[in-house]
Structures are given as structure tokens and as C-alpha cells.
């Protein structure tokens, strides 16, 4: 039965029994507006009705016993067999088993589509029992005491010690049922690996941990400020039941292994929460499983503290607080675009503001902004959202990318209208950005009039503080990069020391090209320029290309010489103009 349809008539009833009077009505439908809880739980909490008589009540309406969850002592065998996060999300408790029957404490204990997915989840007999929501709800704050994944302190043994207590348990790969792999994904060893893997992922500060199975092992890394580590890796018989707990974690079908699947959890390591992004894809020898982690802790969205320089920031906020405009940026996966966006938005975020998102997927919560998440495969897509987006008057829209025309064409038009519009888009340097939407169809005037300016970016690593060494700059390498070497006559590189596990580097900043559409730009692109002659015209007005900006944050000492290069190869050398 819908929930929504259940609470329709659930008032009417009460006051037809006269459990409660008619002129308590709006009272409760009052309160409903606020508070996310069922009518009748809203009734009790008023006490307008007893809880006695609410429990008596619900057991006629639905011809089943009613059962306080509190009053039973309940097995930890019978709390394993139901996912915390499946308990959490449809408030239901389990009480017992009995001859292949699991008793389920419900509030609406006829919802045939909560009923069926434990019978899938169990391989059992459901017998549905009712009790009040406030009662579940206490229950599994008991038995299930975190709502979201809760990594304890003394869950992080080190991964050798996990993988020792896995191999004495698990012997041998075998073809396994789904529900085998359900109760395996709940086995403690099974739990205290994966938990270990996030625990050390996160520790590094890593921004993906991948989980790859090969013939006969499973290959675990992690990326790190951009470069990929590999981590022990737990043995191969156990990769089917890890994947599943991360699908248990994530809420995903865990008999589907046949095409990809997208999810999301959040995880506690000590009261910091972390947002961890699910993806897995079907390979020749198993699922590989990426996990995305969004440190909250790490990503705090100031757009002062993300590395640009003082005039970049300029550039950037001064295009930010315009009334209308688009204002895009570039750069490959992984070089930071969202978290740009996400720190323009909350520096320019108001209550005078309507802010609109749309994504996909949604990779940050924010306070404040409307967010919407594309669902291609129901027709969600990003044009489609755009249309309604539009009709909600909003101030300012970010769009997570820019991938087709149409995408293009909408975000055009609704910066003309009076919309500050953010976006991101996959090109190389911010002028060929402008030729890339050219050849999607958009004419040039309309280009000169939306577009306020287009930023490129890459994320380069930062020196260890503690380790870093100085070392002569010879003349041979300050002629190729235009380095005075009489100014700068030493240049810092890395060594290596505990405190960065001996890499020499330590956190990632920011280097990047803006390109502001000036008079001069605009008249280049209504004259269809090629991007090389829109760069040169910037330049002249004072673009920094990303190869000089990271050569301005290796002369401060920030990085080194290799890393800008290693960023930057396909930035081209081209010889410094005249300014």
C-alpha cells in the first residue's frame, strides 16, 4: 500500500472511530506540513490520541498482531539478515525466525513492495507484525546504532591482519547464489576489509580507491593528488563478497552483475563524515568497483583557499557577482572543475538568490541550492531539466557539463535572459573552448553575448613543507622556461620524508588560464579567429597560460619544476609576446 494514500484516509477513520475529534483536524494536518512523520504518529506525539489505542487501532485496520519491537530481546543472527541501510530507509525491524518465517515489525505492514524486497533480501517467509513508527525508529537506533556506514576506531586493524583472518576463512573462489554473497557481504571479515581499504584510502587522502579483479587476483589502488598507489590487496576469493558489501553499503541490486550500476554512501571514521560515490562495472573477470570519496572535511568551498593568485581571484569574482552570463571551466576529469564551481556558488550565495543545480550526479550537498539529479534512463537529461529548471525563476544554474548542443543552446539563452549561468566543458585551454562551441552550432554574436569568460585548470602537487630542498637552477633550464636566473637562482624539489610517506609532495593546488571576452576577444571571435590568434590577443592583454601560471607557483616555492611539466606537456611553448 502507498504510504501517501494509507495517510489520506488514516484521519478520517480516527474521527469515524472517534479515537480523535474533528476539530483536531487541522492541528495535525498543521503539524504534518512541518515534521516528516505519519498522521498518526503526529496524533500521539499531540496527544490527541493514546498510544495504546493507536497500536489497538492499527492492528484492526490491517488484521495483524501488534508488537512493541522494544519489549523483545531480538538475536544478532536475525539483525544481520536485513541491511542497516535498508532498515534505516523503510523503518522496518526485524523480531525473529521461526520455521523459515522472519516476523517484521511495520507501520504499514500491507506494503507489498517492502514485503517483496525482503523476501529477496532474506530467501524467507515474511510475516508482517504492526508497531508504532516511534517505537521502530527506537529499536533500530538499538540494534542498528548509525543511521549511515560508522567506521569505529577499533575497526581499523591494518589490512594484513584483516587479509591473515579472511584467508583462514576463505579457502577457495566458488560460483555463489545471491544469497550467499548478501550473508557473506555481512560477515565480519568481509566488513572489517572493506572498512580497512576506505579507512586507509581516506587516511591518504585519496580521491578514488579502485578495486580491480584480474584471473587470479585482485588489484587495490587508490589515487593520491592525482597519481595512483597501490594498496595490499585482499585475496581473490573474497572479491565477489567485497563488491557485494559495497552494493549493500550503497543500496544497489547485488543479483545484478551484468551491467553497470551507480550509487552512493556515507561513511564516520570518528565523528568526520564522508560522502563516498559507488561505481561499479562488469569486466571480463568480475565487477570492478570505484569508489569516489568526497571528503567533507577536506572540501570546505572557499574560494579564496583553493590556490588561485591574487589576480586570477580578481578575474574570477568579478565575473562571478555579474547579473547574467555564463562563466565556464575547463579542464580534464579530475582537475578540480566541480569544486571551482561549487566555491563560486557559495561566494556568491545570498538569500536574495534562487540557485539551481543540475548534475549527474549531484557530487556535493549544498545548503542553499536547488539540486538535480539526471536520470537518463527514466528521460531526466540535462536539456529536459534545463526547460523546467527555467520555469522555476531561477538567479543563478549551474549545469554539471556541457555535452551536446542542445545542452548548449539552453544554457546560451538563458544567460541572455538574465541568468548567471556556471558549466564546465572537456577542452584542452580556455580559447579552444571557444572554437569547441562553435563547431557545436552556436553562432559567434551569440557567444561574444553570453559568455562573461572561460577559465581552464589543472591541478598540480604541492612540495612537502617539511622535506623540500633547494637546488641551483642551471642555464640551460632558465633559458627554456624563461626563468631570471639571477632572481631566482635556486628552485625547490622534492625529497621525501615520513610525514608524506616519502613522496615529497603533499596536497594539490590550483594553476590556471582565464580567458575574459574583452572587446578586442570578442571582435577576434566575430571574425572567427582560430584559437591560436584569440590566445595571442590574450596574452597580450595579460592571459598567464597555464604553463606560466604553474611556473609563477614553482618560482614561489610552492612546486616543482618536473610536476608543472609533467601538468602542463600538452600546454604549447609558444614565445612570450610583448605585453
Given at each position: 500500500?502507498?504510504?501517501?494514500n494509507w495517510n489520506d484516509g488514516i484521519l478520517k477513520k480516527l474521527v469515524t472511530k472517534k479515537l480523535i475529534r474533528q476539530e483536531d483536524l487541522?492541528?495535525?494536518?498543521?503539524?504534518?506540513?512541518?515534521?516528516k512523520k505519519s498522521q498518526i504518529e503526529i496524533a500521539i506525539d499531540l496527544k490527541l490520541i493514546d498510544a495504546q489505542a493507536a497500536m489497538l487501532?492499527?492492528?484492526?485496520?490491517?488484521?495483524?498482531?501488534?508488537?512493541?519491537?522494544?519489549?523483545?530481546?531480538?538475536?544478532?543472527?536475525?539483525?544481520?539478515?536485513?541491511?542497516?541501510?535498508?532498515?534505516?530507509?523503510?523503518?522496518?525491524?526485524?523480531?525473529?525466525?521461526?520455521?523459515?518465517?522472519?516476523?517484521?515489525?511495520?507501520?504499514?505492514?500491507?506494503?507489498?513492495?517492502?514485503?517483496?524486497?525482503?523476501?529477496?533480501?532474506?530467501?524467507?517467509?515474511?510475516?508482517?507484525?504492526?508497531?508504532?513508527?516511534?517505537?521502530?525508529?527506537?529499536?533500530?537506533?538499538?540494534?542498528?546504532?548509525?543511521?549511515?556506514?560508522?567506521?569505529?576506531?577499533?575497526?581499523?586493524?591494518?589490512?594484513?591482519?584483516?587479509?591473515?583472518?579472511?584467508?583462514?576463512?576463505?579457502?577457495?573462489?566458488?560460483?555463489?547464489?545471491?544469497?550467499?554473497?548478501?550473508r557473506q557481504a555481512q560477515e565480519t571479515p568481509v566488513i572489517k576489509v572493506a572498512n580497512a581499504l576506505l579507512v586507509d584510502a581516506i587516511k591518504?587522502?585519496?580521491?578514488?580507491?579502485?578495486?580491480?579483479?584480474?584471473?587470479?587476483?585482485?588489484?587495490?589502488?587508490?589515487?593520491?593528488?592525482?597519481?595512483?598507489?597501490?594498496?595490499?590487496?585482499?585475496?581473490?576469493?573474497?572479491?565477489?563478497?567485497?563488491?557485494?558489501?559495497?552494493?549493500?553499503?550503497?543500496?544497489?541490486?547485488?543479483?545484478?552483475?551484468?551491467?553497470?550500476?551507480?550509487?552512493?554512501?556515507?561513511?564516520?571514521?570518528?565523528?568526520?563524515?564522508?560522502?563516498?560515490?559507488?561505481?561499479?562495472?562488469?569486466?571480463?573477470?568480475?565487477?570492478?568497483?570505484?569508489?569516489?570519496?568526497?571528503?567533507?572535511?577536506?572540501?570546505?568551498?572557499?574560494?579564496?583557499?583553493?590556490?588561485?593568485?591574487?589576480?586570477?581571484?580578481?578575474?574570477?569574482?568579478?565575473?562571478?557577482?555579474?547579473?547574467?552570463?555564463?562563466?565556464?571551466?575547463?579542464?580534464?576529469?579530475?582537475?578540480?572543475?566541480?569544486?571551482?564551481?561549487?566555491?563560486?556558488?557559495?561566494?556568491?550565495?545570498?538569500?536574495?538568490?534562487?540557485?539551481?543545480?543540475?548534475?549527474?550526479?549531484?557530487?556535493?550537498?549544498?545548503?542553499?541550492?536547488?539540486?538535480?539529479?539526471?536520470?537518463?534512463?527514466?528521460?531526466?537529461?540535462?536539456?529536459?531539466?534545463?526547460?523546467?529548471?527555467?520555469?522555476?525563476?531561477?538567479?543563478?544554474?549551474?549545469?554539471?557539463?556541457?555535452?551536446?548542443?542542445?545542452?548548449?543552446?539552453?544554457?546560451?539563452?538563458?544567460?541572455?535572459?538574465?541568468?548567471?549561468?556556471?558549466?564546465?566543458?572537456?577542452?584542452?585551454?580556455?580559447?579552444?573552448?571557444?572554437?569547441?562551441?562553435?563547431?557545436?552550432?552556436?553562432?559567434?554574436?551569440?557567444?561574444?553575448?553570453?559568455?562573461?569568460?572561460?577559465?581552464?585548470?589543472?591541478?598540480?602537487?604541492?612540495?612537502?613543507?617539511?622535506?623540500?630542498?633547494?637546488?641551483?637552477?642551471?642555464?640551460?633550464?632558465?633559458?627554456?622556461?624563461?626563468?631570471?636566473?639571477?632572481?631566482?637562482?635556486?628552485?625547490?624539489?622534492?625529497?621525501?620524508?615520513?610525514?608524506?610517506?616519502?613522496?615529497?609532495?603533499?596536497?594539490?593546488?590550483?594553476?590556471?588560464?582565464?580567458?575574459?571576452?574583452?572587446?578586442?576577444?570578442?571582435?577576434?571571435?566575430?571574425?572567427?579567429?582560430?584559437?591560436?590568434?584569440?590566445?595571442?590577443?590574450?596574452?597580450?592583454?595579460?592571459?598567464?597560460?597555464?604553463?606560466?601560471?604553474?611556473?609563477?607557483?614553482?618560482?614561489?616555492?610552492?612546486?616543482?619544476?618536473?610536476?608543472?611539466?609533467?601538468?602542463?606537456?600538452?600546454?604549447?611553448?609558444?614565445?612570450?609576446?610583448?605585453?
Amino acid at each position: 500500500m502507498d504510504e501517501n494514500n494509507w495517510n489520506d484516509g488514516i484521519l478520517k477513520k480516527l474521527v469515524t472511530k472517534k479515537l480523535i475529534r474533528q476539530e483536531d483536524l487541522p492541528l495535525v494536518l498543521d503539524e504534518k506540513n512541518k515534521a516528516k512523520k505519519s498522521q498518526i504518529e503526529i496524533a500521539i506525539d499531540l496527544k490527541l490520541i493514546d498510544a495504546q489505542a493507536a497500536m489497538l487501532f492499527l492492528s484492526d485496520e490491517f488484521k495483524c498482531p501488534p508488537v512493541n519491537p522494544n519489549l523483545f530481546k531480538i538475536a544478532e543472527e536475525v539483525i544481520q539478515m536485513i541491511p542497516p541501510t535498508f532498515v534505516n530507509k523503510h523503518k522496518v525491524m526485524p523480531i525473529s525466525v521461526y520455521d523459515n518465517s522472519l516476523t517484521v515489525a511495520m507501520e504499514i505492514p500491507n506494503d507489498l513492495a517492502i514485503i517483496d524486497d525482503l523476501k529477496a533480501i532474506t530467501n524467507m517467509r515474511i510475516r508482517p507484525v504492526v508497531a508504532l513508527a516511534g517505537e521502530i525508529q527506537k529499536a533500530i537506533q538499538k540494534y542498528y546504532p548509525a543511521s549511515d556506514v560508522d567506521i569505529l576506531p577499533h575497526q581499523e586493524e591494518t589490512i594484513e591482519d584483516l587479509i591473515r583472518i579472511v584467508q583462514e576463512t576463505k579457502n577457495q573462489e566458488e560460483e555463489v547464489k545471491t544469497l550467499d554473497l548478501l550473508r557473506q557481504a555481512q560477515e565480519t571479515p568481509v566488513i572489517k576489509v572493506a572498512n580497512a581499504l576506505l579507512v586507509d584510502a581516506i587516511k591518504r587522502k585519496a580521491s578514488d580507491l579502485f578495486i580491480e579483479p584480474w584471473e587470479t587476483s585482485l588489484r587495490v589502488r587508490c589515487r593520491v593528488d592525482g597519481i595512483l598507489e597501490e594498496l595490499k590487496s585482499p585475496p581473490k576469493a573474497i572479491g565477489s563478497a567485497l563488491v557485494s558489501r559495497f552494493k549493500v553499503m550503497s543500496q544497489l541490486d547485488i543479483a545484478e552483475r551484468r551491467v553497470p550500476q551507480d550509487g552512493r554512501f556515507k561513511v564516520k571514521i570518528q565523528n568526520h563524515e564522508v560522502d563516498v560515490r559507488v561505481s561499479i562495472l562488469p569486466t571480463c573477470f568480475g565487477e570492478k568497483v570505484c569508489l569516489r570519496i568526497l571528503d567533507k572535511k577536506s572540501q570546505a568551498h572557499n574560494l579564496d583557499k583553493l590556490g588561485f593568485s591574487a589576480k586570477e581571484l580578481g578575474e574570477l569574482k568579478s565575473c562571478a557577482f555579474k547579473p547574467n552570463g555564463m562563466i565556464l571551466v575547463t579542464g580534464p576529469t579530475g582537475s578540480g572543475k566541480t569544486t571551482t564551481l561549487y566555491s563560486v556558488l557559495k561566494h556568491i550565495d545570498s538569500i536574495e538568490k534562487n540557485i539551481t543545480t543540475v548534475e549527474d550526479p549531484v557530487e556535493y550537498q549544498m545548503d542553499g541550492a536547488n539540486q538535480v539529479n539526471i536520470r537518463e534512463q527514466i528521460g531526466l537529461t540535462f536539456p529536459g531539466a534545463l526547460r523546467s529548471i527555467l520555469r522555476q525563476d531561477p538567479d543563478i544554474i549551474l549545469i554539471g557539463e556541457i555535452r551536446d548542443q542542445t545542452t548548449i543552446d539552453i544554457a546560451i539563452k538563458a544567460a541572455l535572459t538574465g541568468h548567471l549561468v556556471l558549466s564546465t566543458l572537456h577542452t584542452n585551454d580556455a580559447t579552444s573552448s571557444i572554437i569547441r562551441i562553435i563547431n557545436m552550432g552556436v553562432e559567434p554574436f551569440l557567444i561574444t553575448s553570453s559568455i562573461l569568460m572561460v577559465t581552464a585548470q589543472r591541478l598540480i602537487r604541492r612540495l612537502c613543507p617539511v622535506c623540500k630542498v633547494p637546488k641551483p637552477l642551471d642555464e640551460e633550464t632558465a633559458k627554456r622556461f624563461k626563468i631570471n636566473i639571477k632572481e631566482h637562482p635556486t628552485l625547490y624539489h622534492p625529497e621525501g620524508c615520513a610525514k608524506c610517506r616519502s613522496l615529497g609532495f603533499a596536497g594539490r593546488t590550483v594553476i590556471t588560464e582565464i580567458l575574459v571576452l574583452t572587446p578586442e576577444i570578442k571582435e577576434l571571435i566575430l571574425k572567427s579567429a582560430n584559437a591560436e590568434d584569440i590566445k595571442k590577443a590574450a596574452r597580450r592583454k595579460g592571459m598567464t597560460t597555464l604553463r606560466e601560471s604553474g611556473i609563477q607557483r614553482v618560482l614561489a616555492g610552492e612546486t616543482s619544476l618536473d610536476e608543472v611539466v609533467r601538468v602542463t606537456a600538452g600546454d604549447q611553448e609558444i614565445e612570450i609576446l610583448e605585453r
